[in-house]
């Protein structure tokens, strides 16, 4: 199943532990407006301006929390970040699902 919403929404919907995988892709704390076009030339855009870093991982947080109680025991998360952030999601990552839960972290270019 695959659902396309605010996932904090979408996230309160889902029972306890009926999760085998969760992959996040939030905004990444780049403090600028994105501005995207398809090729039809149909213009996409959104905020990723935040109030403080502060503000921003209590977003990532609440989402991460709901994450953690939908995922089985055996569930994986994965969280799709950049460089703007990514140190600071990986500590949040750790404080919500434990430190001895984190396997590896996947990069590309």
Known sequence: ????????????S????AVDMAYLDPPFFTQK???MRDSSGQQYEFSDEWESRA???FYIKERLLEVKRILKDSGTIFLHC?????????????EVFGENNFQSEIIWS
Request: glycine letters at 2%; hydrophobic letters at 45%; a negative charge.
């Open 1 to 12: 199943m695959l659902i396309n919403n605010d996932c904090l929404i979408a996230l309160q």
């Open 14 to 17: 889902i029972g306890n532990s």
């Open 33 to 35: 407006k994105q501005i």
């Open 55 to 57: 503000s921003y991982l």
């Open 82 to 94: 950049d460089s703007s952030a990514s140190h600071y999601l990986k500590v949040l990552m750790d």
